[in-house]
């Protein structure tokens, strides 16, 4: 197969007519490169959603309290009801498989009203009563000083942790934040820590803008006595939160004395569900570009094998020539499948080479104009140029497949007639 | 060298059956130049075709150089085609994008011979068709005869027991068909076996044997005194 004398003759004929050859190359080369472009574009897309998922434990519920729909055991409906922190301890003791029960509180602050002070800065933030473990569901890593801890709760320490939003908001710049008091809604507090968020787009800016309080201290400085405002509860790994939901569900309905079909009372959200949706989403997406893309490359293959066919007409009366002076039919099989999978492969790498390019592009634009919402670093693995290779062998062997079939079909004695 | 008995070759046309080669026995030595004649329509060119195994006989045995030729498959074919034979056609069929010396080197490839030893062989046998200086030439660069003798030198190349030639002059003037024909002559004093397809009378009377061919078959076979063709030249 490593032949000189072939790999000239390969060449000889595919330059003796270098315009169709370049225009049957475009094919294939186009091809290629559509798929490189629709796979990487979606790989971008996911990417970019994907970050904002980047350090949640997705394996996450909330739960909530709304309303009960259903009168039961002598309540009525239409009854406004908390969950209780002993619901923490009884969802623990109920359902197995959970990793997390964080009971949380939070201020409703009204926007453009301020309620946190310091010194002569205020700002509007949110503010929440959150046990330590939040932070291994929240996407947030503590930068400076520490997070809450169970000496926190315990004691019921009048300390804060502050995103570093806040702190860019109410402080100089250098200025030591550790130590110093912010005063929420009348309520002083020292900061212990400062925390940023994982992810880097317009959603984590938000994030930054948050305050964390021990739950004890947050339900005695603002007199929530042992009402829970909501619950974010995260699965262990190998079980899926989708579905203890309902057990969960169902163990604070019953402790809360809520209708057991009243489906409106509880309200919850799974995150895991969202998760998934969002995934499968991508494997559509991944599905439809590789199909658009193999059908355009597939044209591209056609057109190499159309014109192999008429390569292969065109040298009718040569594989006569060279069939009488002996050559063996097999050989003559394999130079025009070598022609063909050299056409493909050549033209099919540079589109590659291009899309490869292409990929580059768009990744330098897109750092030098910043991060763009839901699109983040396009790119394609290299297993997929190696699949990607391997279809241009096949597809070069199919195409030539046929044109080399007919070039031996013709006899000998026919080839030489024709003029 | 060459032993046809009792071939017959008939092609079907549709419902109809041709029978071009009705019963020919035919033999020849090593060594001979013998012209086979006829008139267009006479099987002179089927019999050609059979000889170079291009073409399958219907009935009768094919013998060359002792070896039964029969029922092969292509790859058989085309082993026996560069070993046995060497081809000179009317229109030289040369591969229009190769040079001389690599349409002579053809055959030689085909037998795996390595590179060099191939370009060397090659070489040899366009200098003694007189244009080694043409070597790198295309064929399209080329006048007729200088084409022909590529051919000749081409069929040569394999060192073939029998040289087949289709009307090697029929695409010639006649100046050019002699200086052919002497080549020809010339290789068959070196002792090579070759047979000429021709219908031309002063071609044929330049061989040493003729072979008249009439509606498919023999009507004639009786040695010459050879012309030779250098006094023409």
């Known amino acids: 197969m490593f032949n000189r004398d072939r790999w000239k003759e390969i060449l000889e004929v595919l330059t003796t007519n270098w315009f169709r050859t370049l225009l049957t190359a475009f094919g294939v080369f186009w091809g290629i490169l559509i798929l490189i472009i629709l796979l990487s574009a979606g790989k971008g897309l996911e990417n970019g959603i994907k970050q904002d998922f980047s350090g949640v434990a997705t394996n996450t519920m909330f739960m909530w309290t709304q309303t009960t729909t259903m009168a039961y055991e002598g309540l009525p409906e239409g009854r406004n009801f908390n969950f209780k922190l002993g619901d923490v301890n009884l969802i623990k003791d109920n359902v197995h498989g959970l990793r997390i029960v964080s009971p949380r509180n939070g201020l409703q602050n009204q926007q453009g009203v301020d309620n946190v002070f310091y010194k002569t800065e205020s700002g509007s933030y ?11 569901q929240n996407s947030m890593f503590v930068n400076h000083g520490r997070f809450l801890n169970y000496h926190d709760i315990e004691e019921r320490r009048k300390v804060i942790v502050i995103g570093d939003g806040v702190r860019k908001d109410l402080y100089d710049d250098g200025e030591e934040v550790l130590g110093t008091y912010l005063k929420i809604q009348g309520v002083n507090f020292m900061v212990v820590g400062t925390y940023k968020e994982k992810a880097s787009n317009g959603n984590g800016e938000n994030a930054e803008r948050q305050i964390y309080i021990p739950f004890t201290t947050f339900s005695q400085a603002f007199n929530r006595a042992d009402n829970v405002g909501w619950m974010a509860i995260t699965a262990k790994d190998g079980f899926s939160i989708s579905a203890l939901l309902p057990s969960v569900v169902n163990t604070v309905k019953e402790s809360r004395k809520v209708h057991p079909d009243d489906e409106r009372a509880v309200g919850y959200f799974d995150l895991y569900e969202q998760f998934n949706r969002v995934e499968s989403l991508f494997s559509a997406m991944r599905w439809i570009a590789i199909i658009v893309g193999t059908m355009v490359l597939i044209s591209g293959v056609i057109g190499v094998s159309n014109i192999m066919l008429i390569v292969v007409k065109e040298r009718t009366k040569e594989i006569g020539i060279r069939r009488a002076l002996g050559e063996d039919p097999w050989s003559i099989k394999k130079q025009i499948l070598l022609e063909s999978i050299f056409l493909t492969i050549v033209s099919g790498m540079t589109g590659v080479i291009f899309g490869a390019l292409f990929i580059y592009g768009i990744n330098s634009l897109l750092d030098s104009v910043g991060p763009v919402d839901m699109f983040l670093n396009p790119s394609v693995s290299v297993g997929v140029v190696l699949v990607a290779l391997l279809i ?8 030539g497949f046929i044109p080399a079939q007919n070039a031996i079909k013709v006899r000998p004695i026919d080839a030489l007639r024709t003029e | 060298m060459i032993e046809i008995k009792n071939l017959h070759k008939s092609y079907k046309m549709g419902s109809n059956s041709l029978h071009v080669l009705k019963g020919i026995n035919f033999s020849c030595e090593a060594g001979e130049l013998v012209a086979i004649m006829g008139s267009s329509g006479s099987g002179k060119s089927t019999l050609l075709n059979i000889l170079g195994m291009l073409d399958e006989l219907d009935e009768g045995s094919y013998d060359l150089d002792g070896v039964p030729i029969k029922n092969l498959n292509e790859t058989k074919a085309a082993q026996y085609r ?42 040899k046998y366009l200098e003694q068709v007189g244009l080694k200086e043409w070597a790198t030439h295309l064929p399209s660069e080329l006048s007729g005869g200088q084409k022909q003798r590529v051919a000749i030198a081409r069929a040569m190349a394999a060192e073939p027991k029998v040289l087949l030639a289709d009307e090697p002059t029929g695409a010639l003037d006649s100046k050019t068909s002699y200086e052919v ?9 070196a002792g090579n076996t070759i047979l000429v397809v021709t219908h031309e009378e002063d071609i044929a009377e330049m061989c040493k044997r003729i072979v008249h061919l009439k509606d498919g078959v023999i009507v004639e076979d009786k040695k010459v005194e050879q012309v030779r063709a250098s006094q023409y030249v």
């Open chain 2, 82 to 123: 560069n070993k046995f034979l060497g081809f000179i056609f009317q229109s030289f069929n040369l591969i229009n994008y190769k040079s001389a010396l690599e349409n002579v080197a053809l055959p030689l490839y085909y037998q795996r011979v390595g590179r060099k030893e191939r370009q060397e062989k090659a070489l």
């Open chain 1, 392 to 399: 241009l062998i096949v597809s070069g062997l199919l195409a």
């Open chain 1, 126 to 136: 949110r503010v929440f009563g959150d046990y330590p473990e939040i932070i291994f």
């Open chain 2, 181 to 189: 024909m002497d080549l020809i002559q010339k290789i068959n004093d």
